[in-house]
């Protein structure tokens, strides 16, 4: 049995025409026009649209993320600059190194320091270092240690005053033996020791 | 052969064929450069986010930065407030300690370390050492022993060891 031929050459589309124009032609032609533009949808400007509306909502998302944590910055900066202005001696005293001349001229006023014994020096709660010294001084009477006491807030340097008190009495005053402890931050102090 | 019409020459495309071919051409064109658009911009906006991110990350750790630093300054303003505090409870010790000999007895030496008051002294007698002296001293240290030498004039030298009670002791640390 033999099988059916098509022979393409007799193939040939019919021709109608309205006014001039090949109806069934063009028909095809936008038939095909149609299925092209569909084709470049689906696998052009679809994949286009779907990695653009992505990459902006990404991009929208950072953005966002990136204001919030910027005026967070900018809120803890504003706090960290207000609590350093307002801290300012506290921080100033902790960073000072000590300086055992201008304790004597500031202790002048209350006792006459015979002798400073710089004692030892160990980390204080992690942050810190504690110098601590051994004060010789005489004082007319207990009034100018307590008076002496009260001004040490003022002091540049934070000291903190310690055991162990003797206080002997002599003839014109009495020989007062104290302990202060001298505080500094450990990585102020450290840099300083390193630069000097 | 004659002919009595002159040769025209065929074009390759009729004319409606062609209109056809350049929309095509030009729709292709438009698709293709839209999405090239959106492609680009797509890798704009990529960009952009990888530099947002890396930002909000140097941000981040600048926080982590400052909070250390606001952290440091609350440490140092406690400690500070704490040794001030402890220095006005020393010298109100102090202060007590002292404002509790009463007027006949003079002190020679006051010995005052972290858990014990050594005292030396001249009383006129044991007894005026012990009503006025002694009942406070016991009140505020756990121990107190008192020694007692005579003088020639027959008033009396003491040494008075006091020691401090472990809950005023942890006070002072």
Redesign the interface.
Known sequence: MKMPTINLKKLKLPKIKVYGIDVIKNFLFFFFYIILILIIIATILAPSVKLFKKTKKEYFLAKNQFETIQKQYQKTSQELNSLKDKNQKIINALTRKFDINNFKLFAKEYMKIKSIKKLKTEPYKEKFIKTSYLIEANIKSPKDFYDFIDASKNYKNLIRIYFPFNFVKNDKDINLTFKIDVYNLKNKLNAEEKAH | MYSFTKPKSKPLFKE??KL?LV??FI??FL??S???F??L???F??K??QK??D??LI??Q??IK??T??E??????A??EN??V???V??TS??NL?DLIPDPIT????????NKLIIYGITPTKDVYNMLMLPPLESIFESTKTYFYQLPNGWYKFKSINIIKADNENA?N
């Open positions: 409606d064929t056809w929309f095509y729709s292709v698709f293709v839209f999405a090239l959106l492609l911009k797509a890798y906006y990529n952009d986010t947002l991110n930002n909000s941000l981040k600048k926080i400052l909070n630093q606001k440091l300054i609350f440490l140092q303003k400690l500070y040794v001030h402890k220095n006005s020393i010298k102090i202060k002292l002190l020679d030496k006051f010995l005052l370390s972290k002072y």
